[in-house]
């Protein structure tokens, strides 16, 4: 299963963006899952999950700023990231919960004014 994140970009402090992330090229069911980023020099970190109940969790540094969320009839896995800060900048990748999918090459989120 190759997952494909997108909707990163460069946004200033303040700002906002949506990710999204679907299955290529696979029949694979987007239900219990989660978004990881990756800071350069840093390990990866697991910042949302959702579970196939819908049930959600944030790590502290992102809460209330990030919703994650799924659409079932379309197979999307989404992080809604709001009032993004210069230590949000990362790449961001899509998973399921333990990490153990082929990891794609996730979308880039740059803050900077």
């Known amino acids: 299963v190759q997952l494909q994140a997108s909707g990163g970009g460069l946004v200033q402090p303040g700002g906002s963006l949506r990710l999204s992330c679907t299955p290529s090229?696979?029949?694979?069911?987007?239900?219990?899952m989660a978004w990881y980023r990756q800071a350069p020099g840093k390990q990866r970190e697991l910042v949302a999950l959702i579970d196939d109940l819908g049930s959600t969790e944030y790590v502290l540094s992102v809460k209330g700023r990030f919703t994650i969320s799924r659409n079932n009839a379309k197979n999307t896995l989404y992080l809604q990231m709001n009032d993004l800060k210069p230590e949000d900048t990362a790449v961001y990748f899509c998973?399921?919960?333990?990490?153990?999918?082929?990891w794609g090459q996730g979308t880039q989120v740059t803050v900077s004014s």
């Open positions: 090229g696979s029949r694979y069911s987007i239900r219990s």
């Open positions: 998973n399921n919960l333990i990490g153990t999918l082929a």
